[in-house]
């Protein structure tokens, strides 16, 4: 089974409406992080926000929140206000804990599109 | 304050050659990891590295590829024998804990002929 599933290929968002990245994990790891990055066209990895596995509440880092629905496994990506510069790449990814050394998995991405 | 650097930024070989890519970590950070990712896929882990111990190495990962981190501070990623499908880019991070964000190179783009 895929440890990230990113189901949305691509997207399309207008500028300054939210646009939702969808993103369901696989584990039996009770402790476990859950990342969303963003990779410009540039190719650099930016990290936008972490949700550990027990915390009660969604991460939320500026215009960027993390929907955690914890029992359907899930770990949406929200973006409000979207701008132009948010067109990208964007990668869910996991950290969890197997045979006491902690592994990373990457989502296959969705690429948004911000049209003005 | 420095980000991850990596070097070199491209590098063409022919099949068969060796080849040794480096990552320069943010200098606080004792964790650093390396990545490869291919063309419309997401990053895939091959190894980490805590100070200069190696605590992981991918079960993905051929006998071939070997990583170092001497010190603790520099890393450097080595394929042996290349092969035409270990095209893609390399990509180094570095973290404080492993449970914090990790900071992204810019990657080595490696292409075999």
């Known amino acids: 089974a895929q440890k990230i599933t990113q189901t949305q290929p691509g997207m399309f968002v207008q500028e300054k409406e939210a646009v939702t990245l969808d993103c369901t994990y696989d584990?039996?790891?009770?402790?476990?992080?859950l990342f969303w990055y963003k990779q410009p066209s540039s190719g650099e990895m930016i990290f936008l926000i972490y949700q550990g596995s027990y915390d009660q509440q969604n991460a939320t880092e500026g215009r960027y929140s993390l929907n955690f629905q914890k029992a359907r496994k899930s770990a949406n990506l929200v973006i409000s206000a979207s701008q132009l510069g948010d067109s990208a790449m964007y990668f869910c990814a996991m950290r969890e804990n197997e045979d006491n050394f902690n592994k990373f998995y990457f989502g296959s991405g969705t690429k948004l599109n911000v049209k003005p | 304050d420095t980000g991850v650097s990596q070097n070199p930024r491209h590098k063409i070989t022919k099949r068969g050659q060796n080849v040794t890519f480096r990552c320069d970590p943010i200098s606080e950070h004792n964790r650093l990891y390396w990545y490869r990712q291919t063309l419309g896929q997401g990053p895939e882990f091959l190894t980490y590295f805590q100070n200069e111990a190696q605590l992981e190495k991918s079960r993905l990962l051929s006998d071939r590829f070997s990583a170092e981190r001497p010190k603790g501070s520099f890393s450097t990623l080595e394929i042996q024998r290349t092969e035409q499908g270990d095209s893609a880019m390399y990509l180094c991070?570095?973290?404080?804990?492993?449970?914090?964000?990790?900071?992204f190179g810019p990657g080595t783009r490696l292409t075999v002929t």
């Open positions: 584990t039996s790891d009770p402790s476990y992080g």
């Open positions: 991070a570095s973290s404080l804990v492993d449970y914090d964000k990790q900071y």
